[in-house]
């Protein structure tokens, strides 16, 4: 994650920015980076955004930011991914401006983070508590359509003057002011918490700490090593905090990170000593302890 990339103005009013006139139930007109190619730069366009369909949510994405998933997608780095024009993102926070029949959980103005791994809540793999790969809606880095009818909710008049669909990405794609998400796809936040910081709960957070909480399912008084303490590596360690590990190590081939190894670490109310430590290429920052 590189940091925030878009925030807007008029949180859940739910009008459009040119007369004040509802937006619901009307194709929307905004602003997105749109991908035209694999490795082309981005291209800020106009974008049409249809109306939510059966199940879905459109969402007014407020803050948004980038992560090395949606860069190796934006290269086509796997043939699979090369599905263009196309609209990446998928880091995100917003709020709900208008939802689809069937929708009974979400309502216009709930703020709301984007997730790639949706939930049915209904099928034997939602009920199972041996995995959250739902059978509909689980992550597939390769689908650009929406689940109810294999279309898209982006359009976009191309350099000839037509008019053509713009792909999804990650169930998400979060590139733009207004973005349609299937409503398993979509997690209500309380609205205290501060949206531009919940974004990361979209990924980067809930990767790292779900990788220490649940499948190191790390143990009180461990020792945990953390490889690359990028945002998800700096999730990691605090995810084995949280588990009570009493030594935690980064190893990291840039020295910079340690600055913001140490700077998150001393955030939290716990006191620790540090040790650098070199090892080949390989920088170790050493927390060696933890007291909660």
């Given at each position: 994650m590189d940091g925030t990339l878009a925030a807007a103005a008029g949180i859940g009013t739910g009008t459009s920015s040119n007369g004040g006139a509802s937006t619901r139930?009307?194709?929307?007109?905004?602003?997105?980076?749109?991908?035209?190619?694999?490795?082309?730069?981005?291209?800020?366009?106009?974008?049409e955004v249809a109306p939510p369909g059966r199940l879905e949510?459109?969402?007014?994405?407020?803050?948004?930011?980038?992560?090395?998933?949606?860069l190796s997608a934006w290269k086509g780095e796997n043939e699979l991914h090369r599905k263009f024009p196309r609209i990446f993102g998928h880091e995100a926070a917003g709020v709900v401006e208008s939802v689809g029949e069937g929708v009974e959980d979400l309502v216009p103005g709930d703020h709301v983070v984007p997730i790639f791994t949706g939930e049915c809540?209904?099928?034997?793999?939602?009920?199972?508590?041996?995995?959250?790969?739902?059978?509909?809606?689980?992550?597939?880095?390769?689908?650009?359509?929406?689940?109810?009818?294999?279309?898209?909710?982006?359009?976009v008049v191309d350099r000839s003057g037509v008019r053509q669909p713009v792909y999804h990405f990650l169930n998400t794609s979060t590139f733009t002011e207004y973005t349609v998400l299937d409503a398993a796809c979509a997690v209500k936040i309380n609205p205290k918490a501060p949206l531009e910081r919940m974004y990361l709960l979209s990924c980067g957070i809930s990767t790292g700490v779900g990788a220490a909480w649940n499948t190191a399912n790390v143990s009180k008084g461990s020792t945990v090593a953390v490889f690359g303490l990028g945002a998800v590596g700096l999730a990691v360690a605090e995810g084995a905090r949280l588990r009570g590990a009493a030594q935690i190590i980064g190893?990291?081939?840039?020295p910079e990170k340690f600055i913001k190894g140490v700077c998150s670490a001393i955030s939290f109310p716990f006191s620790l000593s540090l040790s650098l430590l070199s090892f080949s290429h390989f920088h170790i920052l050493v927390k060696l302890q933890n007291k909660m």
């Open positions: 139930g009307k194709p929307i007109k905004c602003k997105a980076a749109v991908a035209w190619g694999p490795g082309e730069p981005l291209a800020m366009e106009q974008v949510v459109r969402v007014k994405v407020l803050f948004t930011s980038i992560c090395h998933t949606d809540r209904e099928c034997v793999y939602c009920e199972s508590d041996k995995t959250n790969l739902c059978g509909t809606y689980r992550v597939n880095p390769f689908k650009s359509t929406m689940v109810s009818d294999n279309g898209t909710r982006f359009s190893v990291d081939i840039n």
